[in-house]
């Protein structure tokens, strides 16, 4: 009868359903990210909220005060931090409006998304209106965390059902990729395909197909993951803080661990997702994990619920240590009580820091003895156990579980990821030396001779899938290029810096491979070689990009501290001019050069990308030129890049100098675009040569089509440029100026300004009576020249030595 009923509805096709206009209603934290998100990506967004409840009778006809709520919202996204645009200029993208007055607004949208308080009677009320003033065809959809999808759309009309379903975003929207999608049994399968594709192409986000059970996949096995280690926690007698290094980065985890990831949610937020589960899960086999241990109360009934409440499991206090930091105590988890950070050492924390790769660390945790070990052990292996019974409850595929724990709690690998790190063998048999009951499906996978979850073979990632018993490649990885499934083939060119892949259609890539893809003698040799080969055996041309974290932090700061402080100056002006010729080599090779980035894209990083034919960034690069912090300027070619890109800007009868100043400040003030479209403002991408992904993996496919474009269209070597336009000593004098100005700001130092007066004096080209034409290699001598002069200044040292030390600049 339903299927009847359901044929009668027009339904656009996932290909042709085109979304111009999107409202958001409600506006707080979630509401305003979701809305502020929309607009980054060019949609034309309303968002509505309800008008205050205590208005008085006069502040009831005035516009600006019943609409205050969505005001303060709007005002609150500008301040944010992280910020919530890529631009801040985006935000005139929102309309804002309340629901008294401005519900027609709704009428032409094409997506209405749902963000208000989780009752589901004030959401069904909510929906009720809006389905009076919908347009037919136009998607609904629900953010709720909480509450039965089905549910919501109860009572309303087919047309509205067949377009409704839930989509639920990770805060911060903009920085958090996981996106659920989940169905309801009305939902059209057109819905479904629509906003798979439409959030991961458009929004830049994983998404994941989920069913309407109590906290869908994220969050239901993410919850289990922190409940289990609270309980080992106490079992343990462990310190907090311990765990919390134990949970980070030892083992492929944001910083924050457990305990501070509890700070950072809200307890109280924390605890109502523990509740739905642990009440709606009535058959949920680990339910008695989810009973909070007693210390959880005691935050709860003191309202200590963490950051948002100034303290939780971590309390900073106003006292400094002999380092001047400020003193954080954490929970004893016995006395109640805040004491100091105890100094407690294990034998597996300090063989698992040596090793740099997670299958090493994890396999020392799964041999150790101690309770270090027995914590991340166990913890493991309940997680096995856990996300192997949750088929097909909440998915019916294993690879959706671990695509939304790596985009929702932000881990390197998923469950069963994990569990293939450490041998599903070894995961059984620490699982049930633990008491816990591994899923029949997983054992009759091993029992098959199947002994991995995941597999590569020619190139394609594929996964065992339950129903078939056998491997299927995994759905949409043929859309990116993941350099991982290129390791079966023999490497073009490979040192210990660098792997030249070979990425099909005459196409190569050059992944930096150094620790943070620092830029040293290895990534400098390998970037020529991949040029001189791809130039001399045919290639249409090179992409130089990677998967990792961060396209490059920059040069290799140790490699330059040693030689400054043995005072080499012979070799540092070698290494230098090195970097400068093969960031000039990027530029001028006979082949397209693209660089596709993500992360930090910091001073050589940035350097590079700013010398290659174009870049495709990921919109979540941050780039800079960020030398300034460690005492030095831009001695790879961007200091003299930022005086080339200046003159390029000149016109005639302009001014000129406003131009030059806004360059020098980005430099002296090692300005970072916090996005990728904040780069275009800084400089550091040209509009017409650079362009953004919003999707961080489809960087290097897409740079690679760039490269093909670029080929096809008869790309020629550009020729040296000998027609920069700089400014001389009237411009010299004008930064001087403005160097000064930072300095009765108080925004420098007055080893500040000595850098900034050597970034002036290479912007400048040196100290010329007069403007006149210089050629690039002129502007990199005196860069050079101004660089190594750096070198010798003990405060420049003293940076250099501080950084190396503490990983984050010193201002002296």
């Not at 210390?295 to 619920?305: A, D, P, S, V």
Request: proline letters at 3%; one cysteine or more.
């Amino acid at each position: 009868m339903e299927a009847k009923t359901m044929e009668k509805i027009q339904v656009t096709s996932a290909k042709s359903r085109k979304i111009k206009k999107v409202a958001v209603i409600g506006s707080g934290v979630m509401g305003a990210g979701i809305a502020a998100h929309y607009a980054n990506i060019g949609l034309e967004v309303v968002m509505l909220d309800i008008v205050p409840f205590n208005l008085s009778d006069e502040e009831k006809k005035i516009p600006a005060k019943r609409n205050s709520i969505v005001n303060a919202a709007m005002k609150a996204l500008l301040k944010s931090k992280p910020a919530a645009y890529y631009s801040k200029d985006f935000a005139s993208r929102i309309t804002v409006g309340n629901l008294d007055d401005n519900l027609e607004m709704l009428a032409d949208c094409d997506w209405i998304i749902e963000v208000i308080v989780e009752k589901l009677e004030i959401k069904q009320s909510l929906f009720e209106k809006i389905d009076k003033i919908r347009k037919p065809g136009t998607l609904i959809t629900s953010n709720t965390s909480s509450i039965p999808i089905h549910l919501m759309a109860e009572g309303r009309s087919e047309d509205f059902k067949a377009h409704f379903c839930g989509t639920h975003y990770f805060n911060p929207p903009r920085y958090l990729e996981l996106l659920e999608i989940i169905p309801t049994p009305h939902t059209s399968s057109e819905v479904v395909d629509f906003f798979m594709e439409y959030g991961s192409t458009y929004l830049g986000k994983q998404t994941v197909l989920c069913k309407d059970t109590p906290a869908f996949i994220a969050n239901r096995v993410g919850v289990y993951a922190m409940a289990k280690v609270y309980q080992l926690t106490s079992e343990l007698g462990l310190p907090i803080s311990v765990v919390d290094k134990l949970t980070g980065k030892a083992i492929g985890r944001p910083n924050t661990g457990t305990f501070r990831l509890g700070d950072l949610v809200g307890h109280d937020t924390a605890m109502s997702v523990t509740e739905t589960i642990r009440t709606r899960c009535t058959d949920d086999e680990q339910a008695q994990a989810f009973e909070m241990p007693k210390y959880f109360n005691f935050l709860l009934e003191n309202k200590f619920l963490g950051n948002k409440s100034g303290q939780g499991f971590y309390k900073k206090t106003n006292d400094r240590d002999a380092k001047g930091k400020r003193v954080v105590l954490e929970l004893d988890l016995e006395k109640l009580e805040y004491v100091p950070k105890p100094s407690v050492k294990f034998d597996s924390m300090g063989a698992a820091r040596r090793k740099d790769h997670l299958k090493e660390r994890l396999d020392i945790y799964f041999a150790g003895e101690d309770k270090a070990a027995e914590l991340v052990r166990r913890s493991l292996a309940g997680l096995f156990a856990y996300a192997s019974n949750r088929i097909p409850e909440i998915s019916d595929n294993l690879y959706s579980i671990d695509d939304a724990l790596r985009a929702g709690f932000r881990w390197d690998v998923g469950p069963f990821q994990y569990w293939d790190l450490v041998g599903i063998e070894n995961g059984i048999k620490a699982a049930e030396a633990d008491g816990e009951k591994i899923a029949d499906w997983v054992k009759e996978m091993l029992a098959a001779g199947h002994t991995s979850f995941y597999k590569k073979e020619g190139g394609v990632q594929k996964y065992y899938d339950i129903d078939s018993k056998s491997y299927k490649a995994v759905p949409g990885a043929d859309q990116f290029i993941i350099l991982d499934n290129y390791r079966e083939q023999a490497p073009v060119f490979k040192n210990d810096g660098v792997v030249l892949h070979d990425i099909g259609d005459g196409v190569l890539c050059l992944e930096f491979i150094s620790k943070m893809n620092s830029i040293g003698e290895g990534v400098l040799k390998g970037i020529n070689e991949a040029i001189r080969i791809a130039e001399d055996d045919g290639w249409k041309g090179l992409v130089i990009g990677n998967n990792a974290e961060h396209f490059s932090v920059g040069a290799n700061l140790m490699m330059i501290g040693m030689m400054a402080y043995q005072q080499e100056f012979d070799e540092l002006n070698f290494a230098v001019n090195a970097f400068q010729q093969t960031t000039m080599r990027c530029r001028y090779s006979s082949i397209p050069v693209v660089a596709a980035t993500q992360g930090y894209v910091f001073g050589g990083g940035c350097e590079t990308i700013m010398h290659c034919d174009g870049a495709v960034a990921a919109a979540e690069s941050y780039i800079g030129l960020v030398e300034v912090g460690v005492g030095l300027l831009p001695g790879g070619g961007g200091t003299k890049e930022f005086a080339l890109r200046a003159a390029d800007s000149f016109f005639e009868g302009d001014v000129q100098i406003p131009t030059i100043i806004e360059k020098f400040k980005t430099i002296a003030m090692a300005s970072v675009a916090t996005s990728a479209y904040e780069a275009f403002t800084h400089g550091y991408l040209i509009e017409g040569k650079d362009r953004v992904s919003v999707k961080t993996k489809r960087n290097i496919g897409e740079a690679k089509k760039m490269v093909l474009d670029l080929a096809d269209a008869g790309y020629s070597q550009p020729a040296p440029r000998n027609d920069i336009h700089v400014l001389g000593r009237g411009g010299l004098g004008a930064l001087q100026v403005a160097a000064h100005s930072l300095k009765l700001g108080n925004y420098a130092s007055e080893h500040d300004i000595k850098i900034a007066n050597k970034i002036a004096y290479v912007l400048c080209g040196g100290d010329l009576s007069a403007p006149q034409k210089v050629s690039e290699q002129y502007l990199l001598d005196v860069e050079r020249e101004q660089f190594l002069s750096l070198c010798g200044e003990p405060k420049t040292l003293e940076r250099i030595q501080y950084m190396l030390e503490n990983n984050k600049p010193l201002r002296n």
